[in-house]
């Protein structure tokens, strides 16, 4: 055993991934990206790509959702002691220093490789993430299209019964031209014991000013609910490619090549259009920076000696020492079994009292 752990020594390396603004709930959202088989496929090549077997012992490495919990590690930017001290509210939604790798490789070589290999798969996992985390927003927006169809609706028949209203007080001031010249705008009712009421003059004005307001809410809406159906042509297909992505750029360009068409086909885009564009180009250009930014931080030398588990002399140490117990148990329960008979006989008299205590006569 110990020739074989020599001929194959183990030395742990470590590095810490920069991912900007990260949180534990967004790195575990992100951890099922790691593993899957289309994205590894993708990110390691399949069996007939990754003829390098290196390349291809990562490649099945990375199929064990152990390997990846096992070698990357969120590293908060918190520690025990800062529990005390630190609101829980405060500590649920700090950001973490990044992700910390742990490996354990034969040589720099493979620790290059391993490294750079599971930091573009982590970057391309969180820019996934935060895609279908603007897509789901997105299409939740959408959903507010029946209550703004409603609020556009009410504002319709409330400005046209403030209309209405104003026209009844036009021509009861046609009908009494001295309530023009009132000194005061308030008038008392007849009934209702005597209640308070605006002039006619000044219903009129207040009436008015209702249906500006009214009127500026409705196109408020409306804008909103055009910028809504532009969007919805933006995320179009987006469902499908989400299922079927093997990568955060697959994603990313769907979104892109949408944007792309709506633009061409558009001859002239209104205020509403432009907007739903420009507005998913910022969050997809914010989402390609904070990816390029992901990248490593920091990166230990691979060690001088092998980890406990590839060391020669610990490994030969704990082989012998297996060996002698269980052959020691095994002798034990043979002279046990077969006390009437001899055994080692051809052993020095002197080894073979130390190895079996023989009983007194």
Same mark, same amino acid.
């Given at each position: 055993?110990?020739? *074989?752990?020599?001929?194959?020594?183990?030395?742990? &390396?470590?590095?810490? /991934?920069?991912?900007?603004?990260?949180?534990?709930?967004? *790195?575990?959202?992100?951890?099922?990206?790691? *593993?899957?088989?289309?994205?590894?496929?993708?990110?390691?090549?399949?069996?007939?790509?990754?003829?390098?077997?290196?390349?291809?012992?990562?490649?099945?490495?990375?199929?064990?959702?152990?390997?990846?919990?096992?070698?990357?590690?969120?590293?908060?930017?918190?520690?025990?002691?800062?529990?005390?001290?630190?609101?829980?509210?405060?500590?649920?939604?700090?950001?973490?220093?990044?992700?910390?790798?742990?490996?354990?490789?034969?040589?720099?070589?493979? !620790?290059?490789?391993?490294?750079?290999?599971?930091?573009?798969? $982590?970057?391309?996992?969180?820019?996934?993430?935060?895609?279908?985390?603007?897509?789901?927003?997105?299409?939740?927006?959408?959903?507010?299209?029946?209550?703004?169809?409603?609020?556009? =609706?009410?504002?319709?028949?409330?400005?046209?019964?403030?209309?209405?209203?104003?026209?009844?007080?036009?021509?009861?001031?046609?009908?009494?031209?001295?309530?023009?010249?009132?000194?005061?705008?308030?008038?008392?009712?007849?009934?209702?014991?005597?209640?308070?009421? =605006?002039?006619?003059?000044?219903?009129?004005?207040?009436?008015?000013? +209702?249906?500006?307001?009214?009127?500026?809410?409705?196109?408020?809406?409306?804008?909103?609910?055009?910028? =809504?159906?532009?969007?919805?042509?933006?995320?179009?297909?987006?469902?499908?490619?989400?299922?079927?992505?093997?990568?955060?750029?697959?994603?990313?360009?769907?979104?892109?090549?949408?944007?792309?068409?709506?633009?061409?086909?558009?001859?002239?885009?209104?205020?509403?259009?432009?907007?739903?564009?420009?507005?998913? !180009?910022?969050?997809?250009?914010?989402?390609?920076?904070?990816?390029?930014?992901?990248?490593?931080? +920091?990166?230990?030398?691979?060690?001088?000696?092998?980890?406990? /588990?590839?060391?020669?002399?610990?490994?030969?140490?704990?082989?012998? &020492?297996? &060996?002698? $117990?269980?052959?020691?148990?095994?002798?034990?329960?043979? &002279?046990?079994?077969?006390?009437?008979?001899?055994?080692?006989?051809?052993?020095?008299? !002197?080894?073979?009292?130390? /190895?079996?205590?023989?009983?007194?006569?």
């Amino acid at each position: 055993m110990a020739a *074989w752990v020599a001929n194959r020594p183990l030395y742990s &390396v470590s590095a810490l /991934l920069e991912v900007p603004k990260v949180t534990l709930e967004e *790195w575990r959202q992100a951890q099922s990206f790691l *593993w899957d088989k289309r994205w590894v496929d993708h990110a390691f090549g399949d069996n007939q790509q990754a003829a390098d077997p290196k390349r291809l012992q990562l490649r099945n490495r990375a199929f064990n959702p152990e390997y990846w919990v096992q070698t990357v590690r969120y590293r908060s930017s918190l520690n025990r002691d800062d529990a005390r001290d630190i609101p829980v509210a405060q500590i649920q939604s700090s950001t973490g220093l990044g992700l910390e790798f742990a490996l354990r490789v034969p040589d720099e070589e493979q !620790a290059s490789l391993t490294i750079n290999t599971l930091a573009r798969q $982590v970057r391309e996992a969180f820019l996934a993430n935060s895609l279908i985390d603007l897509v789901r927003t997105s299409q939740a927006a959408l959903d507010h299209r029946p209550q703004l169809k409603l609020d556009v =609706l009410k504002a319709e028949f409330d400005i046209e019964q403030s209309r209405q209203r104003i026209a009844d007080m036009r021509q009861l001031l046609e009908s009494y031209p001295d309530l023009r010249h009132l000194e005061t705008s308030t008038l008392f009712s007849v009934s209702d014991g005597g209640g308070k009421y =605006l002039s006619p003059l000044a219903q009129i004005v207040a009436l008015e000013s +209702t249906v500006s307001e009214l009127q500026a809410k409705a196109r408020a809406a409306q804008r909103e609910l055009d910028k =809504l159906d532009w969007t919805e042509r933006l995320l179009a297909g987006m469902d499908e490619t989400i299922r079927n992505a093997t990568s955060g750029q697959v994603i990313l360009d769907k979104l892109k090549s949408n944007r792309e068409i709506l633009l061409a086909n558009a001859a002239q885009l209104n205020a509403s259009a432009q907007e739903a564009a420009e507005d998913i !180009a910022l969050k997809l250009t914010q989402a390609e920076s904070r990816q390029q930014a992901i990248g490593i931080k +920091t990166r230990s030398a691979i060690s001088t000696a092998p980890v406990p /588990l590839r060391n020669p002399l610990i490994m030969g140490a704990a082989a012998f &020492v297996l &060996v002698f $117990v269980a052959l020691s148990i095994m002798l034990a329960l043979y &002279v046990a079994l077969h006390k009437e008979r001899d055994v080692l006989l051809w052993l020095p008299r !002197a080894i073979r009292s130390r /190895l079996i205590v023989e009983p007194r006569a």
